[in-house]
């Protein structure tokens, strides 16, 4: 067994550019034996069995070609996530992992099945079982095209939500139809915070905001279906999270490739993505509208909101080449008789609003505890608004019509009378 000091002896440069059909990395003396009988009854040389583990192999691929199949000791399923997402950005897309480890909990295998692991062996293992994974993960398939179906799975409808200018609520917009599309229509959904800087759908939520959108924006190139697992937070068996909070003074690259990598991963393993969208745009934020099923623009019924609804409108018409964004008025009935009205609002933007949501004073209470307003105020006009609009996105459903009538609402407010 080589060492890990001698490690060039058992694999190709990548100069070379020819793959190997095996390599291995382990640890202990028992499974090393294993797999010197394994590479002689192949009639390979022992040189493909190194000594380390799968941080050692992620080192080693650096500078020498993926073999076909590779095996690899995990030392925990604590330490495996971030193991195996270094090894994919060394590893040729192609390659077949084996796993082995002590790890013996079911979940661990499902876990690893789930991330592509072609198979996970229990040591101490027998030859046999290394022969069968080997064959398992050698073995080309066979692509069947498949016919068209009605029925099949369908990629996520995409919905982008940007605020006319700070302040007017895209974020709470955002979490909100997120939790209603999740937790009230069990629609498989993701939440993506796309201002790294000054996100704040994870404070909304009351979470720890991750790395994950910086890994993305920086290094789209590892952007895979494990990336993902890592990365993102799940809530619950219908709602996962994608978030960061960088340093400001931090100076984040944010390309067209990165959004189009996220989308290509993300959208098979979901039915809905609700991305929050900064007011400042750049190439990354500007390829999620543009590929965006429904944008919808957050406002408020001011004259500053009404500029800068203009101008998402045409950006969206003569810039991207998309249809008209959702128009959502916020917090309506705050201003009182200092409120725009509405139908002057719409005679100035050339649209109507779809959807008027009504100011609710514990807002701001339930987002400073982490709460989601839809669940802790679901009878309130503002939450059936809300409904409304996430019945909106799935199919099968018959939308309910938004609450056309505020009088009685708006007279509640001093300044309305």
């Not at 979940?107 to 692991?117: K, M, N």
């Not at 964004?325 to 005679?347: S, T």
Request: hydrophobic share 40%.
């Amino acid at each position: 067994m080589s060492s890990s000091g001698n490690i060039q002896a058992g694999g190709i440069t990548k100069e070379h550019g020819v793959r190997p059909a095996f390599l291995a990395f382990t640890n202990d003396s028992v499974s090393a034996e294993t797999l010197k009988q394994f590479a002689k009854s192949q009639g390979w040389e022992e040189s493909v069995i190194h000594q380390g583990d799968i941080d050692t192999a992620a080192e080693f691929l650096k500078s020498h070609t993926s073999p076909h199949v590779l095996c690899v000791d995990i030392a925990s399923s604590e330490t495996a996530p971030a193991a195996l997402d270094r090894l994919a950005d060394v590893c040729d897309p192609t390659i077949k992992v084996i796993v082995s480890g002590k790890v013996n909990e079911y979940s661990f295998y499902c876990w690893l099945v789930e991330v592509g692991i072609s198979s996970y062996l229990l040591k101490p293992f027998t030859l046999l079982a290394l022969e069968a994974a080997y064959r398992k993960a050698a073995e080309v398939p066979v692509i069947e095209i498949a016919p068209v179906s009605s029925t099949a799975k369908k990629d996520a409808k995409v919905i982008t939500i940007i605020g006319s200018r700070g302040g007017a609520g895209a974020t709470t917009v955002s979490v909100n139809t997120a939790w209603i599309l999740a937790n009230s229509l069990h629609q498989k959904t993701a939440l993506l915070d796309f201002d790294p800087q000054l996100g704040t759908v994870a404070l909304a939520l009351d979470l720890e905001p991750g790395k994950g959108l910086r890994d993305a924006l920086e290094k789209p190139d590892r952007i895979d279906g494990l990336f993902l697992d890592r990365v993102m937070v799940r809530i619950d068996d219908y709602l996962s999270i994608l978030s960061t909070e960088e340093s400001l003074e931090e100076d984040i690259a944010a390309s067209d490739v990165a959004a189009e990598s996220l989308f290509k991963q993300i959208k098979p393993k979901f039915s809905h993505i609700v991305v929050d969208v900064p007011r400042t745009l750049t190439p990354f934020t500007r390829h999620a509208l543009k590929h965006s099923d429904h944008i919808i623009c957050v406002t408020e019924y001011t004259i500053m909101g009404l500029r800068e609804s203009l101008r998402y409108l045409e950006y969206c018409r003569d810039v991207l080449k998309v249809g008209a964004p959702i128009f959502v008025a916020n917090r309506v009935g705050l201003a009182g008789k200092h409120q725009l009205p509405q139908a002057e609002f719409e005679k100035g933007l050339g649209l109507k609003m779809e959807y008027n949501i009504p100011f609710v004073l514990d807002a701001q209470i339930a987002a400073t505890a982490g709460e989601v307003l839809a669940e802790t105020t679901k009878n309130t006009p503002a939450t059936k608004v809300m409904h409304a609009l996430a019945e909106r996105f799935v199919e099968g459903l018959e939308p309910k019509a938004p609450p056309k009538k505020l009088d009685k609402l708006l007279s509640l407010f001093k300044g309305g009378k």
